[in-house]
């Protein structure tokens, strides 16, 4: 099975307000169907003011009046199931936004019936000086904890100041949990992927993280915390009424603890997004960059293939709206069709379900805006004003260009007519100025293009027993140009060599490919049978 994810505003836009919604998903649902895929998963559609584009929830049973309404989602999903597309909603449950009713009740003082629903802390006193109550930093916007002068407590928000985080301590919480996931699912959604699902049990303690590390130094107290188990089997057992799907995000968890959640008839989430392959540039997060290297990458992949074989389903992705536009990260703008056709088989192949971003399917890249006030991305915002004491301003703006979780929030370059055929207005974010060369319309009718290699994979791996079931295994770790996988399932047998390098190499197989009968079932330059690969050449091998 394979997933589509769309990011609405910035999809397509059907009512021509320069803002993409449900219309524009609609008119677009036969080219999703297209791509080969099975399933969409949405990023939040609802009620939102926007301070994370959806990640801040106002009203959980609703859909944002710039996407549309109940009844347009409801025509969506069900031409999707027509199309035999299944539907998976953002549930983002550890923080709402400020704005949601929950808080501004729970807001106004210690005894109504909202007020335990977040977390909320008397101050600490230094003398006369009121502290927050621990030092944790958010991962968004200086410190995790926030004044409320009505309650006289702070709250807490591992996010943007206007997201609260909730108490998922407080059982009347998780019953609203449910209720909402209960509303959707009754209306036919097939199930959900969950936001920062691992942070929801937080230690109750509270305790003062490590003061020096920036961002992240609550994060042993509130990931995979003590009652987080308890709370997803809750959830699961809403889910199982239903048979519907839970995909949860888990940054920074690892692999072993990954696997207390998915794997065994009991898992309480069928796959989990990890984050491990995607630091293959970075420290951590993106906002902390270095040169790409092709042995980390390879090593986070071949990590979880191992760890997950036969015990759970690994969430194969390259992109997503949190990530930068992975040909400028891992490939190369240069090399712009042949890293981003060499980039996709190098992750659809593996063992799993593979996402697709879109844009990521036409090879969309990084904008690179001049100024940070261009930039709309609170994360963003936040790291160029976090390293201001250690970095000159253009140094970074220069970051910001390879990490900013902006550029993968452009609008979808469709056509290389005005405002790349997204909308008719001007569109609410910047269009890349390299719509005219990079466009849906011109590949679908290139045979060659980024768009028609996705499609070539998704349909040899739907129709490939042996690349669904397959066992995993990866040659030459070491190589810093080549990237060589093989999968192969009772007998067959299947290598897929992919080159990172830039210029010409010469291509390295196993002992056994070398001698064995082949054929070349994809590939992204002519088929030839030289031993030389080009710059970011990629070959799928099948074994007669
Ligand atoms: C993860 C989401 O993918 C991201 O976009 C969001 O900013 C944070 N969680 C907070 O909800």
């Not at 006369?128 to 309650?151: D, K, V």
Request: glycine share 6%; charged share 25%; proline share 6%.
């Amino acid at each position: 099975m394979s997933f589509y994810q769309i990011w609405i505003r910035s999809f397509a836009d059907g009512n021509g307000d320069g803002i993409g919604d449900l219309y524009g998903v609609y008119d677009r649902l036969d080219y999703i169907k297209s791509l080969g895929v099975d399933a969409i998963w949405f990023s939040p559609v609802y009620p939102s003011p926007n301070a994370d584009y959806g990640y801040d929830i106002s009203d959980y049973r609703n859909i944002h009046p710039d996407y549309g309404t109940l009844d347009q989602f409801r025509k969506v999903l069900d031409r999707a199931h027509e199309l035999g597309l299944i539907v998976l909603m953002d549930l983002v449950i550890n923080h709402t936004s400020d704005e949601h009713p929950w808080f501004k009740e729970s807001c106004k003082g210690k005894d109504n019936p909202y007020s335990d629903y977040y977390i909320w802390r008397d101050p600490r006193f230094k003398g006369e000086q009121m502290l927050p109550p621990n030092n944790w930093y958010s991962q968004f916007e200086g410190l995790a904890w926030e004044y409320c002068e009505t309650r006289g407590q702070y709250y807490l928000h591992v996010f943007a100041k206007k997201q609260p985080d909730l108490n998922m301590d407080n059982p009347k919480v998780r019953e609203e949990v449910k209720g909402i996931m209960r509303f959707w699912l009754d209306m036919g959604v097939d199930g959900f992927r969950e936001d920062v699902i691992t942070y929801i049990s937080k230690n109750p303690a509270l305790p003062d993280g490590n003061p020096l590390l920036p961002m992240i130094n609550g994060l042993p107290h509130y990931k995979d915390g003590p009652r987080l188990m308890e709370y997803l089997q809750e959830f699961r057992e809403v889910a199982r009424e239903y048979n519907a799907i839970q995909i949860g995000e888990a940054p920074f968890t690892p692999v072993k603890t990954a696997a207390t959640y998915i794997s065994g008839p009991d898992r309480v989430l069928d796959m989990m997004i990890q984050f491990d392959h995607m630091t293959a540039d970075c420290i951590m997060t993106e906002y902390v960059w270095h040169r790409f290297m092709l042995t980390k990458l390879k090593k986070a992949f071949t990590k979880w293939q191992n760890a997950m074989n036969g015990r759970a389903w690994n969430c194969l992705y390259l992109e997503n709206h949190d990530h930068p536009r992975v040909i400028s990260r891992y490939g190369s703008e240069k090399f712009w069709r042949e890293s981003g056709t060499c980039l996709a088989a190098s992750y659809i192949f593996q063992q799993g379900c593979p996402f697709i971003y879109q844009g990521q399917e036409i090879g969309m890249t990084n904008i690179r805006l001049r100024s940070i006030d261009q930039y709309n991305d609170v994360s963003t915002i936040n790291a160029y004003h976090t390293f201001r004491r250690h970095r000159s301003p253009e140094s970074r703006m220069r970051w910001i260009h390879v990490s900013s979780r902006d550029s993968a929030r452009t609008p979808v370059q469709w056509t290389d007519g005005k405002y790349a055929g997204f909308s008719t207005a001007k569109p609410w974010f910047r269009v890349n100025p390299n719509y005219k060369r990079i466009n849906a319309a011109a590949q679908e009718k290139d045979p060659d293009s980024i768009l028609n290699f996705y499609r070539r994979c998704l349909a040899l791996r739907k129709e490939t027993e042996t690349l669904i079931w397959g066992s995993y295994k990866e040659y030459y770790p070491r190589s810093r140009k080549h990237y060589v996988y093989e999968r192969s399932y009772l007998g067959d047998r299947y290598l897929i060599v992919c080159s990172f390098a830039a210029k010409e190499t010469k291509e390295r197989l196993p002992a056994d490919w070398a001698k064995a009968e082949k054929d070349l079932v994809i590939g992204n330059y002519p088929f030839s049978t030289s031993d030389i690969l080009h710059p970011y050449e990629t070959r799928v091998y099948h074994m007669r």
